[in-house]
């Protein structure tokens, strides 16, 4: 009953059987048939398959170096991570709506203001769905920032190390020039702490998740 009640709408177009149409094939019919189907279940919480493909035709997650038979798992993966994380911190974070709508606008300036209303009619959202989509991506990132950015500290001998074996390389690869460490200390900092905090949130996304109650179904 409480799943059923979870659930939400994913759009199914028809020719010789049901079949899930892309974007562009779907607008070619008039009549979508509404089905739902669930890709995860988080600890109670259901995602859809129109969850996962909303998130992709809008780009709220960065897909450019997955390839593209995996996108729809990767963006599942995110979404499952995102849920998990916020169901567990009670976090008392507010996401400001002015960057809810840069995202936004960001998003859907891209897809042009036709693209995203054939959009909109066939997931059947608007626009407060997709900050919803935002929402808690920029969310899950500020936890995780909390969390985390203070035990990810960079040593001056991880900055210098990174400088001789990584970046003056790079750059002489490249046939350029290498700056001065003092001019670009900042930008390694901030890389490495990067890199840090990685590694340090999927280690411990990894003990979270087998200890979830996560049912993956697609």
């Known amino acids: 009953m409480i799943l059923q009640q979870k659930l939400k709408k994913i759009y199914v177009y ?5 079949i899930l149409f892309s974007p562009i094939q779907a607008h070619l019919f008039s009549f979508p048939e509404v089905v739902d189907r669930i890709a995860a279940v988080v600890a109670g919480e259901v995602i859809t398959l129109s969850d996962v493909r909303i998130n992709r035709a809008f780009s709220v997650h960065d897909v450019q170096s997955v390839s593209q038979v995996s996108e729809d798992l990767f963006i599942l993966n995110k979404l499952i991570e995102q849920k998990l994380i916020i169901q567990i911190i009670e976090s008392d974070i507010i996401i400001p709506e002015k960057d809810l709508e840069t995202e936004v606008r960001k998003a859907t300036e891209k897809l042009g203001v036709v693209r995203t209303r054939r ?3 066939m997931f059947g959202i608007g626009w407060d769905e997709l900050k919803e989509c935002f929402r808690e991506k920029l969310l899950f990132r500020r936890i995780i920032f909390q969390k985390f950015s203070r035990s990810a500290f960079v040593s001056l ?3 210098e190390a990174y400088y001789d074996l990584t970046y003056v390389p790079s750059q002489k690869a490249k046939g350029l020039g ?5 001019e670009i200390i900042g930008d390694i900092e901030a890389e490495l702490k990067q890199e840090k905090i990685g590694r340090l949130v999927k280690e411990w996304l990894d003990i979270l998740k087998k200890e979830a109650d996560i049912q993956i179904m697609i």
């Open 157 to 159: 001998k991880e900055i």
């Open 178 to 182: 290498p700056r001065s460490m003092l």
């Open 119 to 121: 959009l909109f009619a």
């Open 14 to 18: 028809f020719t010789a059987g049901i």
